[in-house]
C-alpha cells in the first residue's frame, strides 16, 4: 500500500519537473539558459489559479497560465536576445519581480481573503483497465490529465529534436550560431521562438503546483522546483529522454520526503526530509561531467561584430 | 588543446560588457532615470488597487525626512546588503556566479545566534568578535564548498550554489525548532540575545548600528583585494580571461575556492549584521530576498565595491520607503518587491542604450574623419 | 561588354563601431575566372565577401549577378543567386555528422532533399563528381581540416553554386592538399562558374588567379590581369609603401651546447589517444628550431607540454642539462621558458587589462613588483614605460586597454613580455598569425635578435615560409614525432611538404 502510494505521488510531483525540464533542455540546446525559470513558474502557478477560480473551468486556468509563461518569456526574451543583455542578469532581475507581482496581483484580484481561496484540483483520469494493473496501474494510469501530457511530450519532444529538420536546426544554433547563419537561417527569431515555447511549457508546469495538486495559491508554491528543472536539464545531459529520468528521480525523492514525513517516521527531522531533492542535485551535479554541453550556452549571438 | 574553457566566450562577453564599463562619469546618471522610471511603473501597479501614485508618493516623502528614524533606517536598510552585495560582485569579477548568498547568510545567521545565545557571559566587545567571526567563518565554509567542488569535479558553481541555499535553509529551520528554540517554545524562532550582544547603535532612537561603518570598511578591504594585491590581480586576470591566466602560471583551482571563501565570508557577515544589529534574535523566514537583491545590487553597481555601496544604498531607500508607503496606505508590502524588479529592469535597459549611444558616437567620429587611414 | 558580368559590386561602404571596413569598393568578377582578393589583415576582404553573401548588410552600393540588381538581405537569398561561400574559419557543427552538416537549413523550396538518406548519396555523387570525396555519416569532429574543408565546398556545391567564395582555404593545407584545391578550382572554373578567392599569399595568386584585385585599409586600390602582376608589385600595392623583408641572414652560427633537450616524450590529447609518441628533439645556444607540419599532429601539445599546461606520460625535457619536471605553467616560468602562444586573445593577453598588467601577468609575484602579496603599481609601470619604448609599442600608455591596441601592437605586448620570462628559452607558436606584413616582420626580427643573444628558440608554425627562413633546422612533426630534421641549407619545400603528409615511405596522409 504504502508502495503504490509513494509511486502515485512520485509519478504526481514528477510531472511539473517533466514539464520544466523539457522546457529548458529546448532553450538550452539552441543557447539559451531560462534564468527566469523559477519566476515564470510561479507566475505560472498564479496565473493557473486565477484562470480557473475566476471562469470555473480547469481548462481556461492552464491557458491563463501558458499566456502569462509566454508574456514573461518574451520579456526575458526581449532583454537578452534582442537587447543582448546578460542572461543571469535579466533572468534574476524577472524572478525578484515575479515574486513581487505575483503577490500583488492576487491582492488586487482577491483582496485579503479571510480563509483562503480554494479551487478544487485536477481530478485524476483513470484510464479503464490498465488502471487496474496490480501494485503500478493506480499509481500509473490514475493521473491527472497533465501528467499524462507529460509523458506524452517527453518521448516527442525526443523525437523532434534529433529527427527533424526542426530539431536539427535547434541543435546547430546551440552549437554554432555563426554556421546557422550562414545557412540563411535567423538565429536570433529561432532563439527566441523557443524561448516561448519554453515559458509556456514553464508556466504550465507551474500551474500544475497550484490548480494540479493543492487547489490553491501562496507565495512559496514553487520553493525552488523550477530551479530543480532547470537542473534537470543539466543532469539529464540536455536531452529528453535523459530529462525524463531525472524528474522521475526527483519526483520520487519529493514523495518519499513527504511520505515519511506523514509517517510519523521521526529518526530523520523533517527539514533535512524537505532538503533531499536539493541535496541530490548536489550530488548528482558533482557527478556529471557536462558531455553535452550546448557550445554557446548563455552567449547572446551578435551578428555584425568583426 | 589543453582544457580550453567553454566559459571564455561567456567571459569575454561580460568582460566587455559590464566590466568595462567603469570610468565613465555618466555612469551616475544612468542608475537615477532608472530608479525614477522604475518608480514610475511601479506607480502604474498602484493604480490597479485604486491608489492615486502622487499622493502615495508625496505622502511617502513627507514621512520620509520628518525625522533622523527613516534616514537611519536607510543606511541600517544598506548595511547587510552591501555585504550580499559584495559577495556575488567578489565573485563576479572572477566570473563566477555565487547565487548561493542566501543560504551562506542564513549559516551566518545560525552561528552568530548560537554563539550570542551560548556565550553570553562574555564581555560584550569579545562577545561581537566572537560573533562576528563565526558567522564569517560559517558563511566562508559553506561558499568554499562551493568553491570546491568547482575546483574539484569542474561542477556548475551556478547550480550547486543556488541549490546549497535550500539546504542551508533547512539547517536553519531546523535548528529553530529544535536546538535554538526560544525557552517558551512557542514558536520556531530564539530567544531574545542578551544585551551585550547587540551592536552598539551608532545614531541614537535609531535602529542604524556600527555595524555599517563595518560594511562600508568591508567593502574597501575588497576594493583594496581586488586592485592592489596580487590574489586580487589573479582573480581579476581569471575573471576577465580564464585561459590566459591559466597560461600566465595561476592556479585557478585555488583561486575558485579561496574566492567562494570571501565572498560566502561576505554573504555570513550580514547574517551577523541582521542577527546582531536589528533583529537581536533569528526568527523562520526573514530576510528571504537578502540573497537576490544582493545579486540586484551587484548587477547595478557594476561589481565595483564603490557602486556597490552606492546601489545597496538605494536598495535600502527603496525598502524604507516602499514599507512607508506599506504603512502609509493598504498597497501591500509586495509593491517592494516591484519596485525593485522595476528599477533592476529600467538599469539593464540602460545599459543597453548606453552601448547603442557609444556605439553610434563612434561611428559619426569615424564618419567625420577624413576617409581612410582608421586604425583599429 | 556584350556578356553580363557574373557578379559586380557597385560603391560597397560598411563601417562598424571604430572601423571603416570598405570604403565605395568596387568589384567585377566574369563567369568561368579565378578572381584573387589580396590584401593584409584587416583590409576588409572578408567584409565585403560577407557583404556578397548576405551576413552583413551594407550601407551603401548595389549589387549586381549576371546584370540583374538584387537585394542580398540573408545567406539564403545568396543562395538562391547561386553565390556560396567557404568560410576561413568553417561553418561547421563538430558534433554533427556531414549530412546533417549539409543539410542544415535547406528549404523545402530549394528543389534539394533534406532526407538524410537521399542526401548522403547526393553528397557522394558530389563528392565523386568534383574530387571531394566524403564519408556522409562521419562526425564533422572526427574529420581532419582538410576534409572539413571539403564538406564546406560540398555544402555550397550542394545547393548547386556557380560563384564560389573561398576565404584563405590553404591556411589549414599542406602543400599537397593546396595542388588538389587549386585543381579543384579550375575544374570548377572551366566548366563557366567563377571563383572569389581570398588571400594574403602572394605565391598562390601568382599560381591560381587569373586575375587580382588588391585592397588596402577598405579601399581597392588596384586590379590586375595576371600577366600584369608579379610579387613585388602586389607587395607594393598590399602594404602602400616598399617594405624590406628580414631575410634571415645570420651573422653567427648556433652555439655547440644543447640548452632545450626533449627526450622521448609520450603525451596524451584531449581525447585520449597519443598526441606525441616518442619525440625527441634538441635545441641549442642561439639557434632557431622550427617544426614545420600541418596543424594536429602534436604541435599544439608538444608547446603545451613545454610551457607546463599538459602533463607528459613519460620521457624528458632538460634545460640545459638538468631535467625539469614542468609541473605546472608557473614552474615552467620560473625555470625562465617564454611562450609566444598561437591565439594571443584566447591565450596570451587578458584584452580588458591594461598594457601594464598584461606585461606583469606571469611575473607580478616576483622581487620589485610585489611584497607579501600587495603590489607596488609604482614599480610595474616604471617597467612598463620602458618595455613599450625598448618594443616601440604604439600606445596612448602603458595604462591603456590592451583591447584598444591594433594586432600587431597586441603581439608586441606578448613578445615583450615573454622575452622578459624566457631568459634561456622561448617557444613561439605562430607568432605572425593575423598580422600585417610590417608587424610580422617586426616579431621575426626580435626572433632574430633574441637568437643572436643566445636563447634557445622552438618556432611552431604552419606558414611553411616563415619556418624556412628563419631557422637554422627545422624538424617536421607528423603523427606525434619528428619525422626528419633537416639543417637549413637542405630543406627544400618539396621535401618538406611530402613529410608534412606523412609521406615518409608510408601513404597515410591522414592526421594521427
Redesign the interface.
Known amino acids: 500500500m504504502i508502495w503504490t502510494g509513494l509511486l502515485a505521488r512520485a509519478i504526481q510531483m514528477s510531472t511539473p519537473l517533466m514539464i520544466g525540464s523539457l522546457a529548458e533542455v529546448y532553450a538550452e540546446r539552441t543557447g539559451m539558459m531560462i534564468i527566469a525559470i523559477e519566476g515564470i513558474f510561479l507566475l505560472g502557478a498564479w496565473g493557473g489559479f486565477v484562470g480557473a477560480y475566476l471562469s470555473g473551468s480547469m481548462f481556461l486556468g492552464l491557458l491563463l497560465a501558458m499566456a502569462v509563461g509566454v508574456m514573461a518569456g518574451s520579456?526575458y526574451g526581449f532583454?537578452t536576445i534582442k537587447?543582448?543583455?546578460?542572461q543571469?542578469?535579466?533572468g534574476?532581475?524577472?524572478?525578484?519581480?515575479?515574486?513581487?507581482?505575483a503577490?500583488?496581483?492576487y491582492?488586487?484580484f482577491f483582496g485579503v481573503p479571510l480563509l483562503p481561496l480554494t479551487v478544487e484540483p485536477l481530478a485524476p483520469l483513470s484510464i479503464p483497465v490498465l488502471c487496474d494493473i496490480p501494485l503500478i496501474g493506480q499509481a500509473l494510469f490514475n493521473q491527472n490529465i497533465l501528467t499524462y501530457i507529460a509523458f506524452l511530450i517527453m518521448p516527442a519532444g525526443y523525437w523532434v529534436l534529433f529527427k527533424t529538420p526542426l530539431g536539427l536546426t535547434l541543435r546547430s544554433t546551440g552549437e554554432n550560431p555563426e554556421a546557422v547563419d550562414s545557412a540563411g537561417i535567423n538565429v536570433e527569431k529561432v532563439r527566441f521562438l523557443t524561448v516561448l515555447f519554453a515559458s509556456a511549457m514553464d508556466g504550465l508546469a507551474g500551474a500544475f503546483y497550484s490548480i494540479g495538486f493543492l487547489g490553491l495559491y501562496t507565495n512559496d508554491i514553487i520553493g525552488?522546483r523550477g530551479?530543480i528543472a532547470?537542473?534537470i536539464c543539466?543532469l539529464g545531459n540536455w536531452n529528453p529522454m535523459g530529462a525524463l529520468l531525472g524528474a522521475l528521480v526527483f519526483g520520487l525523492a519529493d514523495a518519499a520526503s513527504i511520505v515519511i514525513q506523514t509517517s510519523g517516521f521521526r529518526l530523520i527531522?523533517n527539514?533535512?526530509l524537505?532538503?533531499i531533492p536539493?541535496?541530490l542535485?548536489?550530488v548528482a551535479?558533482?557527478?556529471r561531467?557536462?558531455f553535452n554541453?550546448p557550445?554557446?550556452l548563455?552567449?547572446?549571438y551578435?551578428k555584425e561584430r568583426k | 588543446?589543453?582544457?580550453?574553457d567553454?566559459q571564455?566566450?561567456?567571459d569575454?562577453?561580460?568582460?566587455?560588457?559590464?566590466?568595462?564599463r567603469e570610468g565613465s562619469f555618466y555612469m551616475f546618471l544612468w542608475p537615477v532615470f532608472s530608479v525614477l522610471l522604475g518608480l514610475a511603473a511601479s506607480g502604474m501597479?498602484m493604480l490597479?488597487?485604486g491608489h492615486n501614485p502622487f499622493l502615495v508618493f508625496l505622502k511617502l516623502f513627507s514621512f520620509a525626512f520628518r525625522d533622523m528614524y527613516n534616514v537611519a533606517d536607510i543606511f541600517a536598510k544598506a548595511a547587510p546588503l552591501i555585504l550580499t552585495g559584495l559577495a556575488f560582485g567578489f565573485a563576479f569579477r572572477a566570473t563566477l556566479?555565487n547565487i548561493g548568498g542566501q543560504g551562506q547568510f542564513y549559516m551566518g545567521c545560525v552561528a552568530a545566534v548560537f554563539c550570542a545565545l551560548k556565550l553570553y557571559f562574555l564581555p560584550s566587545f569579545f562577545l561581537l568578535l566572537v560573533c562576528l567571526s563565526a558567522s564569517m567563518l560559517a558563511g566562508g565554509a559553506w561558499g568554499a564548498f562551493v568553491g570546491y567542488?568547482k575546483a574539484r569535479?569542474?561542477?556548475?558553481e551556478?547550480?550547486?550554489s543556488?541549490?546549497?541555499t535550500?539546504?542551508a535553509?533547512?539547517?536553519m529551520?531546523?535548528m529553530l525548532?529544535?536546538p535554538l528554540k526560544e525557552i517558551k517554545g512557542e514558536y520556531p524562532q530564539t530567544d531574545v540575545i542578551a544585551q551585550n550582544a547587540w551592536i552598539p547603535t551608532l545614531v541614537p532612537h535609531t535602529r542604524l548600528h556600527w555595524g555599517f561603518v563595518l560594511a562600508l570598511g568591508i567593502a574597501l578591504v575588497a576594493y583594496f583585494v581586488l586592485w592592489?594585491?596580487?590574489?586580487g590581480?589573479k582573480i581579476?586576470?581569471v575573471g576577465?580571461?580564464r585561459?590566459?591566466?591559466?597560461?600566465?602560471?595561476?592556479?585557478e583551482k585555488r583561486v575558485f575556492i579561496v574566492v567562494f571563501l570571501i565572498s560566502g565570508a561576505f554573504a555570513g557577515l550580514a547574517g551577523f549584521m541582521e542577527v546582531n544589529g536589528i533583529q537581536h534574535m533569528l526568527v523562520q523566514g526573514f530576510n528571504p530576498?537578502i540573497g537576490?537583491?544582493g545579486?540586484?545590487i551587484a548587477?547595478l553597481g557594476n561589481a565595483h565595491p564603490l557602486g556597490i555601496v552606492l546601489s545597496a544604498i538605494l536598495f535600502g531607500a527603496l525598502k524604507v520607503g516602499g514599507n512607508l508607503v506599506v504603512q502609509t496606505s493598504t498597497i501591500?508590502s509586495?509593491?517592494?518587491?516591484?519596485?525593485?524588479?522595476?528599477v533592476?529592469?529600467f538599469v539593464?535597459?540602460s545599459?543597453?542604450l548606453q552601448d547603442k549611444i557609444?556605439?553610434r558616437r563612434?561611428?559619426k567620429e569615424?564618419?567625420s574623419k577624413e576617409?581612410?587611414?582608421?586604425?583599429? | 561588354m556584350s556578356i553580363d558580368h557574373a557578379v559586380s559590386l557597385k560603391k560597397i561602404t560598411k563601417?562598424f563601431?571604430?572601423?571603416?571596413a570598405n570604403?565605395e569598393v568596387s568589384l567585377i568578377v566574369e563567369p568561368g575566372e579565378v578572381l584573387a582578393l589580396l590584401g593584409e589583415n584587416?583590409a576588409g576582404k572578408t567584409t565585403l565577401m560577407k557583404i556578397l553573401y548576405g551576413m552583413y548588410q551594407p550601407d551603401e552600393g548595389e549589387i549586381f549577378i549576371q546584370g540583374r540588381k538584387v537585394t542580398i538581405r540573408s545567406p539564403h537569398d545568396a543562395m538562391s543567386n547561386g553565390i556560396g561561400m567557404i568560410h576561413q574559419h568553417f561553418m561547421l557543427i563538430p558534433v554533427h555528422t556531414v549530412v546533417e552538416n549539409i543539410v542544415l537549413g535547406l528549404r523545402s523550396d530549394s528543389g534539394k532533399s533534406c532526407r538524410i538518406k537521399e542526401a548522403a548519396q547526393e553528397i557522394s555523387r558530389l563528392g565523386r563528381q568534383y574530387g571531394l570525396e566524403v564519408d556522409p555519416y562521419a562526425l564533422v569532429r572526427q574529420l581532419p581540416v582538410g576534409m572539413q574543408q571539403r564538406v564546406e565546398i560540398l555544402k555550397a556545391l550542394y545547393r548547386g553554386a556557380r560563384i564560389l567564395i573561398m576565404d584563405e582555404p590553404t591556411a589549414v593545407l599542406t602543400p599537397q592538399e593546396t595542388s588538389r584545391l587549386f585543381e579543384f578550382v579550375r575544374e570548377f572554373t572551366d566548366a563557366g562558374n567563377s571563383v572569389i578567392f581570398i588571400t594574403h599569399k602572394l605565391n598562390e595568386v601568382m599560381e591560381i588567379a587569373d586575375r587580382v584585385n588588391v585592397m588596402r585599409?577598405?579601399?581597392m586600390v588596384g586590379s590586375l590581369r595576371k600577366e600584369e602582376a608579379d610579387e613585388n608589385v602586389l607587395a607594393t600595392m598590399m602594404v602602400g609603401r616598399e617594405l624590406q623583408l628580414t631575410t634571415g641572414e645570420r651573422d653567427k652560427l648556433p652555439g655547440k651546447t644543447p640548452v632545450l633537450e626533449v627526450k622521448g616524450l609520450y603525451v596524451k590529447s584531449?581525447r585520449g589517444n597519443m598526441a606525441l609518441e616518442d619525440l625527441s628533439l634538441q635545441i641549442r645556444e642561439g639557434e632557431i628550431f622550427g617544426i614545420a607540419g600541418v596543424s594536429g599532429n602534436g604541435q599544439?601539445e608538444l608547446a603545451?607540454t613545454l610551457?607546463?599546461?599538459?602533463r607528459k606520460e613519460s620521457g624528458e625535457i632538460l634545460l640545459s642539462g638538468i631535467q625539469i619536471s614542468g609541473q605546472?605553467?608557473?614552474s615552467?616560468?620560473r625555470e625562465g621558458i617564454g611562450?609566444i602562444?598561437a591565439d594571443r586573445h584566447?591565450?596570451?593577453?587578458?584584452?580588458?587589462?591594461s598594457v601594464e598588467?598584461n606585461l606583469v601577468?606571469?611575473n607580478?609575484?616576483e622581487e620589485g613588483l610585489?611584497r607579501q602579496?600587495?603590489?607596488f603599481?609604482k614599480n610595474i609601470r616604471d617597467l612598463a614605460r620602458k618595455k613599450v619604448k625598448d618594443f616601440s609599442i604604439k600606445t596612448p600608455g602603458p595604462g591603456t586597454?590592451v583591447k584598444a591596441l591594433?594586432?600587431g601592437n597586441q603581439q608586441k605586448v606578448v613578445v615583450a613580455r615573454e622575452i622578459m620570462i624566457g631568459t634561456r628559452c622561448l617557444v613561439a607558436v605562430q607568432p605572425t598569425r593575423g598580422l600585417d606584413l610590417g608587424a610580422a616582420d617586426y616579431v621575426h626580427k626580435v626572433l632574430m635578435e633574441e637568437r643572436s643573444k643566445g636563447k634557445a628558440i622552438l618556432l611552431i608554425s604552419t606558414e611553411l615560409s616563415e619556418v624556412m627562413t628563419l631557422s637554422d633546422r627545422i624538424g617536421v612533426i607528423y603523427g606525434g614525432r619528428i619525422l626528419r630534421t633537416f639543417d637549413r641549407e637542405d630543406a627544400d619545400i618539396e621535401k618538406v611538404g611530402l613529410l608534412m603528409a606523412g609521406i615518409n615511405g608510408d601513404k597515410n596522409g591522414t592526421e594521427g
Open positions: 520579456v532583454f537587447l543582448k543583455q546578460h543571469i542578469v535579466t534574476t532581475a524577472i524572478n525578484i519581480f515575479a515574486a513581487g507581482l503577490l500583488y496581483l491582492r488586487v525552488g530551479w532547470f537542473a543539466f527531522p527539514e533535512f524537505i532538503a536539493y541535496i542535485t548536489i551535479t558533482i557527478a561531467k557536462q554541453v557550445a554557446v548563455g552567449v547572446p551578435v | 588543446m589543453a582544457q580550453k567553454k571564455t566566450p561567456v569575454s562577453y561580460l568582460g566587455e560588457k559590464i566590466k568595462s501597479m490597479l488597487l556566479f567542488t569535479f569542474n561542477a556548475s551556478f547550480l550547486i543556488m541549490m546549497s535550500y539546504v535553509l533547512a539547517i529551520n531546523y525548532r529544535g592592489k594585491t596580487s590574489l590581480f581579476r586576470a576577465m580571461n585561459n590566459a591566466a591559466r597560461y600566465a602560471g595561476i592556479d530576498m537576490a537583491e545579486i540586484g548587477i501591500p509586495s509593491i517592494i518587491g516591484i519596485m525593485e524588479g522595476f533592476m529592469l539593464i535597459l545599459y543597453f557609444t556605439t563612434s561611428k569615424l564618419r576617409k581612410g587611414g582608421v586604425s583599429r | 563601417s563601431p571604430g572601423t571603416l570604403d584587416g585599409d577598405g579601399r584531449n599544439e603545451e610551457c607546463g599546461l599538459r605546472n605553467a608557473l615552467m616560468i611562450y602562444p584566447l591565450e596570451g593577453l587578458v584584452l580588458d587589462m598588467e601577468l606571469k607580478h609575484g610585489s602579496g600587495i603590489l603599481w586597454r591594433s594586432g
